[in-house]
């Protein structure tokens, strides 16, 4: 039997699931206590920094890794920090992506707050921007005052409802120029593209596709994620950051052994192979692109991409169109460097100029929340 058709049959249940009296185990598998920041979000808090830290956990990020920590010190004031164990050394070598998950964080927190009837004074890199890659100065620091006349962003409405959805798409269904052209206007502060035309959209698949399987390819890239995979509700309520796969059918794999960790690594096995056709799914059936850039690449460019990012991200809820960043193309690594020029080409961008974000879109059935650590857990100190 095939790989693929080996990873089907137990992914779909005939082998694994079949027997009777699982459904109530089966039912239990979803990692609840890991989605219940998604829940929380607002709270009892008296304090409007820890009102708004538990919207901002909720920010998109690479790898889920949640690399924010905060600093509560001082009074109506966050100092956000990167925990640098949280860091992607080999798929993000200068922490580019990771600053831009910091940037995500930045605009919910800020967007929170608005809608507590509080404004936000941020100062990016109060002691100077690190380089080459991040270190213990501050990212940011959020500064709150109230000020009755402060409107909620409209875009806020949408913080609890915003997915990374890595389904499949449908194929019949393309997202209208009008709905892109919407999601675009979202950004406040970087350039952006977009894109719905079927011919560029089958090109650029072929391109994000292929930085996807040269990053599968590469041992010390793929062994960075699947160092960071959780399977199973266990797992993942342990450490609810990282590549998270849930459900029955994630358990059943592993159980067998079709999810070892060796496995995915070894590039001539049949969990290999399977997993390259379960990856190549989301990239076959992207719809419509969109894409920001800025004109340089300054640690405040790469927060200003992560803040618009989100903003794209929340637009799109609001539109009902479902959202994947890929990232791939994008990263830094050397053995990208080829596949690097290649997008940044098909984009149009300019000498001097970076691709800070590029992600897929269509509609896709509903995803749950990722799994988040709570938000006391991110305050450093109090």
């Known amino acids: 039997m095939s790989s693929r058709r080996t990873f089907l049959a137990l992914a779909g249940g005939g082998v694994v699931l ?11 598998r979803d990692p609840v206590a890991a989605r219940r920041p ?38 109506d004031t966050v100092t956000l920090l990167c925990q640098a164990d949280r860091r992607l050394p080999h798929t993000d070598p200068f922490d580019r992506q990771i600053t831009i998950g910091l940037g995500c964080f930045v605009e919910l927190f800020v967007q929170a707050a608005a809608a507590d009837g509080y404004a936000t004074d941020v100062v990016l890199f109060p002691e100077g921007e690190p380089a080459p890659r991040l270190d213990d100065r501050p990212v940011a620091t959020l500064m709150l005052r109230r000020d009755p006349g402060m409107a909620p962003d409209p875009l806020f409405a949408h913080v609890l409802a915003r997915r990374t959805n890595r389904n499949p ?22 350039a952006t593209g977009f894109t719905g035309d079927p011919v560029r959209v089958a090109a650029l698949r072929r391109r994000a596709w292929a930085a996807m399987e040269l990053e599968l390819y590469t041992h010390a890239t793929a062994k960075e994620s699947v160092d ?16 998270s796969l849930a459900g029955p059918m994630m358990e059943a794999l592993e159980t067998v052994g079709f999810l070892d960790r060796a496995a995915m690594l ?41 803040r618009d990012y989100v903003r794209l991200n929340l637009a ?42 590029f992600a897929r879109l269509g509609y896709g059935a509903p995803v749950k929340g990722a799994p988040r650590w709570p938000a006391g857990s991110r305050i450093r100190t109090a």
């Open 266 to 306: 070894d590039t001539g096995s049949a969990t290999f192979r399977a997993q390259i056709d379960a990856v190549r799914v989301a990239y076959d059936t992207a719809m419509a692109f969109v894409w920001i850039r800025t004109p340089g690449n300054s640690r405040a460019h790469q927060v200003a991409a992560g």
């Open 316 to 357: 799109a809820t609001a539109a009902g169109v479902a959202m994947q960043p890929f990232s791939q193309a994008l990263q830094e690594f050397p053995e990208m460097a080829q596949q690097f020029a290649g997008m940044r080409a098909a984009l149009d961008v300019g000498d001097g100029e970076t691709l800070q974000m």
């Open 18 to 28: 079949s027997a009777g009296g699982l459904g109530f185990w089966a039912t239990t």
């Open 169 to 190: 798409y449908d194929t019949s269904r393309p997202v209208p120029d009008g709905t892109l052209r919407s999601i675009v206007a979202a950004a406040a502060r970087t």
């Open 38 to 75: 998604w829940a929380e979000a607002g709270g009892a808090e008296s304090d409007p920094r820890r009102r708004a830290l538990s919207h901002a956990i909720l920010a998109p990020n690479p790898h889920n890794r949640q690399p924010w920590l905060v600093d509560l010190s001082r009074p």
């Open 228 to 243: 960071l995979i959780r399977i199973g509700r266990a797992e993942i309520e342990a450490n609810p950051d990282g590549i």
